[in-house]
């Protein structure tokens, strides 16, 4: 394909992590031949026995993941998801731009599976991956961390500066409210009541127990255990 090229396989100098040899490389389901995968700190390569091929750039990379689903695919491989277009539908997509200006938000997407004679390989190309992945975050992650609202100025407010915020306490709040508010209240506060009441109740009818259950405001589960119903279980604190 038109987007293999020819270039030096990435050394140590590049954080070279995994090196996997007989390694068959597969773009959207057309292979592309056997050859040698090198996963590096800096970028995901591929290389076959005439020297050519392609690189990833992992910022580009938006899943990896190994695949053992037979029925999916008919060898055990590690799937990459990239969003980009590569050889032929690269050129497409470039034909086709301004056809494809209505739909800016769908990115390009492109399936590779590299599947490596020896399948044992696998956990250790994947790890290796996790790791590079690992040194290039996506910088809008990191982005979305920061905080988009106002911040509050402590000094400004300590010089009566800026707008203070107005506390209320419960009977303070009731008074503020209108007339449709406290109704809207009551109602909630009816609802929660009867919602309350209700566990009292087993088919319809109060039984004395339920009463004295809830009498001291703790639910007490009257219920027998069952012995070794939970006796594995784990539980995190």
Not at 9 to 23: F, I, K, N
Not at 60 to 80: F, G, K, M, Q, W
Request: charge should be negative; include cysteine; glycine fraction near 8%.
């Amino acid at each position: 394909m038109s987007f293999l090229r020819s270039f030096p396989p990435p050394g140590s100098a590049e954080g070279l992590r995994q090196q996997q040899p007989d390694t068959e490389a597969v773009l959207n389901g057309k292979g592309l031949g056997t050859g040698t995968l090198y996963i590096a700190e800096s970028r995901l390569s591929w290389l076959d026995g005439s020297g050519l091929g392609f690189s990833l750039e992992y910022p580009t990379i938006s899943l990896h993941a190994v695949s053992r689903d037979l029925n999916a695919y008919p060898r055990e491989h590690l799937y990459v998801m990239v969003n980009a277009k590569f050889g032929e539908e690269s050129k497409e997509s470039v034909a086709d731009e301004e056809e494809e200006d209505s739909d800016d938000d769908i990115e390009p997407i492109s399936e590779f599976r590299f599947v490596p004679s020896d399948k044992s390989a696998l956990e250790a190309m994947f790890t290796a991956m996790c790791e590079c992945q690992a040194l290039h975050p996506d910088p809008e992650d990191e982005d979305s961390d920061d905080y988009d609202g106002d911040e509050y100025d402590v000094e400004a407010h300590e010089q009566g500066q800026g707008d203070i915020p107005t506390f209320y306490t419960y009977e303070e709040g009731l008074s503020h409210l209108t007339a449709e508010g406290q109704a809207t209240l009551e109602r909630l506060e009816g609802m929660l009541s009867q919602s309350v009441s209700s566990q009292y109740n087993m088919a319809g009818v109060r039984t004395e127990d339920s009463i004295r259950d809830y009498e001291d405001g703790m639910e007490v589960d009257t219920t027998p255990t069952v012995a070794g119903q939970f006796e594995d279980a784990d539980v995190d604190h």
